[in-house]
């Protein structure tokens, strides 16, 4: 297993930390921040942000793993949490307008929730979002192993992620 694999599953049980003690903004962020820099991990350089955390997205959860979102809404999310809370949507004519995406957990799942909110919203479990994303992952190392042109385009970014000093020494 290459090095930086072991990253992301620290994150994953971070996650899953911050999950148990209610912290469900942390989880989001760290979901999203591992997402967008895993998929430029094994995207092509020649994509922009945006795309290669769509293509992503698209190819190894919501088609194997569906959500009640789609990759632009995650994508819209993503800015939103991570980067500004008023992100201006470009306006794409090959595609509805996306939906806000609104978070529940725990117990509560999100086909159980109405608040008269528009219909321009989308109710996504933090959970299924957390294990359709581990799930994708964990699919598209599989290909990483047996790829090499994907193997070679994530070991070539890997090494500038993740660098690390030990301090204590």
């Not at 994953?12 to 760290?30: H, N, Q, T, W, Y």
């Not at 820099?37 to 994509?47: A, G, H, M, P, Q």
């Not at 992100?87 to 995406?101: F, G, H, M």
């Amino acid at each position: 297993m290459i090095w930086s694999y072991t990253k992301f599953f620290e994150i994953f049980e971070s996650v899953d930390e911050s999950l148990k003690k209610g912290r469900v903004i942390p989880a989001l962020m760290l979901i999203y921040s591992s997402l967008t820099n895993f998929s430029y991990l094994t995207e092509s350089d020649e994509l922009s942000g945006k795309e290669q955390f769509e293509h992503w997205v698209k190819k190894w959860m919501l088609e194997r793993y569906p959500l009640p979102c789609n990759e632009a809404e995650m994508f819209l999310s993503r800015c939103r949490l991570l980067n500004l809370p008023e992100v201006a949507v470009v306006e794409d004519t090959t595609r509805k307008p996306p939906r806000e995406i609104l978070y529940t957990w725990g117990k509560k799942g999100a086909g159980q929730v109405s608040d008269g909110r528009s219909r321009n919203v989308v109710y996504v479990k933090v959970e299924d979002l957390l294990e359709a994303y581990r799930n994708g992952m964990i699919d598209c190392i599989e290909q990483l192993e047996t790829n090499e042109k994907l193997a070679r385009i994530f070991k070539k970014k890997a090494n500038k992620l993740f660098s690390s000093i030990n301090y204590s020494a």
